[in-house]
């Protein structure tokens, strides 16, 4: 079973704030779902093939085609700031 200190240090690595309702409700519910797969635990699956999926899908999405946009100065002159042919974007990396 999960005890409220196992609840914080979970939230605490998810960086959530629990209130103490929250705690206690959280408590309850993850005891729970726990105590259903400790159900499952016991069924035989000896001659069941490891399955990432319930039913089979497959990627529907389309090639990745590149080709050049038609119109660049118009989507650089939607920018909120630009120099020369390039987007410019505020500095991210450190200095050092």
Partial sequence: MIDREQVRKVAHLARLELTAVEEE??????????????????LDVTNVAPTTRAIDVSNVTREDKLQPYPDREAILQSAPEQEGEYFKVPKIMNQE
């Fill in 25 to 42: 409700k959280f408590t309850t519910q993850l005891g729970d779902i726990l105590d259903y797969f400790e159900q499952l635990s016991e």
